[in-house]
């Protein structure tokens, strides 16, 4: 998961505090959900149903992009697709990667940062990035992500991005999230979210508590990180700039999906900046063919 520079023109290199965040997170990530392997198949049938609405029909190949410990990719290869997938913490690849050998899938992963990926222009039927942008500080790492996604996927292709609701926290500044329990079969953990507000009113300083029940006591563990509480209009302008086509929101009560879903096309070769450093045959999985793109969303079948 990237984390950018708080200047509005930056694409500066990932901090070493936000990798660290993730890799000393990967270990016990799962035990933030009630049920990790219901949100994974729930997460993918969501992701499935939004895909072949934007590509027809499917299964199709795949970039989970920020894949953390692999709940999008993992979801969507026990549903026959092809996925890969990048982060910049090399622990939480290393957790996606066991996580994917003891399901016997395929999940080809390599650590970069979602503003420069390592592959040939055409290279997906589609990218998916889930709850990663808010790392990303400014509207142009943004954009510059976003030309990025475009660029990796074929003529047609679709770019999928969900991000927290955050119109009405960024409004009212609010302090943060209730808390999130999940309990295990000898344990429990709570997870809470604070959130210190810049002066900007678009950034904040989140720093993220975690207790798990220990004898009869508490383990707490604290980690911080700066995010971006980017709107929709952000968002929807800065896919608008980084070429994408057909670009809409979609919400919850309509997908499925725990969060509201940015869904673009991508128009093709071009529309990216940055310089591929790597094939993506190097990474296990041939190149996407090209083809005609699916159905318009509502339009028959």
């Not at 729930?42 to 970039?63: F, I, K, N, S, T």
């Not at 920020?66 to 290393?94: E, H, M, P």
């Not at 006591?217 to 968002?235: K, P, S």
């Not at 009560?253 to 940055?274: E, H, M």
Request: glycine residues 10%; charged residues 25%.
């Amino acid at each position: 998961m990237p984390e950018g520079d708080a200047r509005e023109g930056s694409t500066a290199s990932p901090r070493t505090a936000s990798v660290a965040f993730y890799d000393d997170l990967a270990a016990t990530y799962d035990r933030l959900y009630p049920d990790w392997d219901t949100a994974i198949d729930q997460q993918a049938e969501a992701l499935d149903a939004a895909l072949r609405q934007r590509l027809g029909g499917g299964p199709h190949l795949v970039l989970d992009c920020a894949v953390g410990i692999g709940t999008q990719a993992l979801g969507l290869g026990r549903r026959g697709y092809r996925t890969a997938g990048t982060d910049i913490s090399k622990g939480a690849l290393r957790r996606a990667r066991a996580e994917a050998g003891r399901r016997g899938l395929r999940l080809p992963l390599a650590a970069a940062d979602m503003r420069h990926l390592p592959f040939v222009e055409d290279s997906f039927d589609a990218v998916v990035c889930v709850d990663a942008f808010a790392h990303l500080l400014s509207v142009a790492d943004a954009t510059h992500a976003l030309r990025e996604m475009a660029r990796v996927v074929r003529p047609g292709g679709a770019v999928l991005v969900s991000v927290r609701d955050y119109e009405v926290a960024r409004r009212d500044r609010l302090p943060g999230t209730l808390p999130q329990v999940s309990r295990g079969a000898s344990d429990q953990t709570i997870a809470v979210q604070v959130w210190d507000w810049h002066a900007d009113g678009c950034t904040y300083d989140l720093t993220h508590i975690v207790l798990v029940s220990e004898g009869h006591g508490w383990a707490v563990t604290t980690r911080t990180a700066t995010l971006r509480a980017f709107v929709r209009d952000e968002l929807l302008a800065a896919a608008r700039s980084a070429g994408l086509t057909e670009v809409e929101w979609r919400v919850p009560a309509a997908t499925g999906f725990f969060q509201p879903l940015l869904v673009g096309r991508s128009p093709g070769r071009g529309a990216g900046v940055g310089v591929a450093t790597k094939d993506v045959r190097e990474a296990g999985i041939e190149p996407a063919r090209p083809k005609a793109p699916g159905p318009k969303p509502g339009a028959s079948a």
